[in-house]
C-alpha cells in the first residue's frame, strides 16, 4: 500500500500522514508506504519508481474529490509509475464524523451549540459535494445546527458561517483537516477573527482514520481497478 497525502512544510503534517499509513498499513498486514503530491518528501512520483512485486494500492488520504484526485494522482500513475490500483478518497464517510464528534467534544463543545466544519476548498463542484456529505453526516450525530464552510475555491466563507452561527450559541469551528499545516493555521486565525468561541483540533492519527484507510485499501484490491502505465 502506498498513501498519497498532499503535503505540507509544517513539521507536523507529514507525522500525521506517517502515523495513519503505518497503523493501516500493520491493521493489513501489508508493506506500506507514504508519500506526498508536493512540499513533503518523499514525493508521490518518487515512490512510485520503485518495483513492486504485484500493482501498488494507492490510497489517497485526502477527505473529498478535487484537481489532486481527479488529475494529479492519476497522470502521475499514468506517467511514471504504473500500472497501480487507486482507491477513492477518504471522505465523506461516517467515520470521520465520527473523528470530528470526539474532537468536538475534546474541545469543550456542547452537542446542541453551532458548529461550523471548515475545509480549505476545491475549484471543483465534486469536492464541495463531498463537503457539503460531510456535514451532513455530522449534523446526524451532532444536535446542534452544522454548517459547512471553505477558505479557498467554492463555498461558503467561513466568515460568514461564523457570524450566521453566533445567534445560536457559542461557535465552534472544526477543520475539516487530517493534520496541522497552512489551512489549519488559516482556519484557526480567521475563525477567531470573525469572532468563533473555539477551534478545534485537527482529526489527526486516529485509529477509526488507520481503520477508513484499510477499508479503502481492501475496497480497491477486490474491485481491482487498475491505471496501466502511460503507453
Same mark, same amino acid.
Given at each position: 500500500?502506498?498513501?498519497?497525502?498532499?503535503?505540507?512544510?509544517?513539521?507536523?503534517?507529514?507525522?500525521?500522514?506517517?502515523?495513519?499509513?503505518?497503523?493501516?498499513?500493520?491493521?493489513?498486514?501489508?508493506?506500506?508506504?507514504?508519500?506526498?503530491?508536493?512540499?513533503?518528501?518523499?514525493?508521490?512520483?518518487?515512490?512510485?519508481?520503485?518495483?513492486?512485486?504485484?500493482?501498488?494500492?494507492?490510497?489517497?488520504?485526502?477527505?473529498?474529490?478535487?484537481?489532486?484526485?481527479?488529475?494529479?494522482?492519476?497522470?502521475?500513475?499514468?506517467?511514471?509509475?504504473?500500472?497501480?490500483?487507486? !482507491? &477513492?478518497? +477518504?471522505?465523506?464517510?461516517?467515520?470521520? $464524523? #465520527?473523528?470530528?464528534?470526539?474532537?468536538?467534544?475534546?474541545? *469543550? @463543545?456542547?452537542?446542541?451549540?453551532?458548529?461550523?466544519?471548515?475545509?480549505?476548498?476545491?475549484?471543483?463542484?465534486?469536492?464541495?459535494?463531498?463537503?457539503?456529505?460531510?456535514?451532513?453526516?455530522?449534523?446526524?450525530?451532532?444536535?446542534?445546527?452544522?454548517?459547512?464552510?471553505?477558505?479557498?475555491?467554492?463555498?461558503?466563507?467561513?466568515?460568514?458561517?461564523?457570524?450566521?452561527?453566533?445567534?445560536?450559541?457559542?461557535?465552534?469551528? !472544526? &477543520?475539516? +483537516?487530517?493534520?496541522?499545516?497552512?489551512? $489549519? #493555521?488559516?482556519?484557526?486565525?480567521?475563525?477567531?477573527?470573525? *469572532? @468563533?468561541?473555539?477551534?478545534?483540533?485537527?482529526?489527526?492519527?486516529?485509529?477509526?482514520?488507520?481503520?477508513?484507510?484499510?477499508?479503502?485499501?481492501?475496497?480497491?484490491?477486490?474491485?481491482?481497478?487498475?491505471?496501466?502505465?502511460?503507453?
Amino acid at each position: 500500500m502506498i498513501t498519497v497525502a498532499h503535503g505540507t512544510r509544517r513539521r507536523g503534517g507529514p507525522l500525521v500522514a506517517m502515523g495513519l499509513t503505518a497503523r493501516a498499513g500493520r491493521r493489513l498486514g501489508v508493506p506500506a508506504a507514504t508519500s506526498f503530491i508536493e512540499l513533503s518528501r518523499p514525493f508521490f512520483d518518487q515512490v512510485l519508481r520503485q518495483e513492486f512485486a504485484a500493482p501498488p494500492v494507492i490510497v489517497p488520504l485526502l477527505l473529498s474529490g478535487g484537481v489532486h484526485l481527479g488529475n494529479d494522482i492519476p497522470e502521475t500513475i499514468r506517467t511514471v509509475g504504473g500500472p497501480a490500483i487507486l !482507491a &477513492p478518497a +477518504l471522505g465523506p464517510h461516517p467515520l470521520l $464524523a #465520527e473523528v470530528l464528534v470526539r474532537r468536538l467534544l475534546g474541545s *469543550g @463543545a456542547k452537542p446542541d451549540e453551532p458548529v461550523v466544519l471548515a475545509a480549505a476548498g476545491s475549484s471543483q463542484p465534486a469536492g464541495l459535494a463531498d463537503l457539503e456529505t460531510a456535514g451532513r453526516l455530522l449534523q446526524g450525530r451532532w444536535s446542534g445546527r452544522v454548517r459547512i464552510a471553505t477558505v479557498t475555491g467554492l463555498g461558503p466563507s467561513l466568515a460568514g458561517q461564523v457570524e450566521a452561527a453566533r445567534s445560536e450559541g457559542r461557535v465552534t469551528v !472544526a &477543520p475539516y +483537516l487530517l493534520a496541522p499545516g497552512f489551512f $489549519a #493555521e488559516r482556519i484557526t486565525h480567521l475563525a477567531f477573527h470573525c *469572532g @468563533a468561541d473555539r477551534v478545534t483540533d485537527v482529526l489527526g492519527v486516529e485509529q477509526l482514520i488507520a481503520e477508513l484507510i484499510a477499508r479503502r485499501y481492501r475496497w480497491a484490491l477486490n474491485t481491482q481497478q487498475q491505471l496501466p502505465a502511460a503507453g
